[in-house]
């Protein structure tokens, strides 16, 4: 049976809100508030972040979400994505989770 792999691409610097993720909704971040939804899920095995900013993983850490670096050079979230994904057995199915989507529902992600 495949493994369901969740992976939210966050980077710092958004083009029109640089920090987005890392803003404050309640007493938690929004990427904060984006894992505690995906890990609400049934269905997905392991979530990761993926950046290539310091902050972002530090707040990941604060949280106790896993976080992985990628190259600065992607131009995507899918990249990021890509990157991280290259790391499970082709039968592994991955999610792209976006980052600023603090109130995603869980039950479409088991969908």
């Not at 993720?21 to 505690?36: A, Q």
């Amino acid at each position: 049976m495949s493994k369901i792999i969740a992976i939210i691409p966050a980077r710092y610097d958004s083009s029109r809100l640089p920090g987005k993720v890392l803003e404050k909704i309640g007493d938690k971040t929004m990427l904060n508030l984006v894992w505690d939804q995906v890990k609400k899920s049934e269905m997905v095995e392991e979530v990761i972040i993926a950046t290539d900013d310091e902050r972002i993983m530090g707040e990941a850490e604060y949280f106790g979400g896993q976080a992985e670096m990628t190259f600065s050079s992607h131009k995507s979230g899918t990249d990021r994505c890509a990157q991280i994904a290259s790391q499970f057995w082709e039968s592994d199915v991955i999610i792209n989770i976006q980052a600023d989507e603090p109130f995603i529902d869980p039950d479409i992600i088991d969908m």
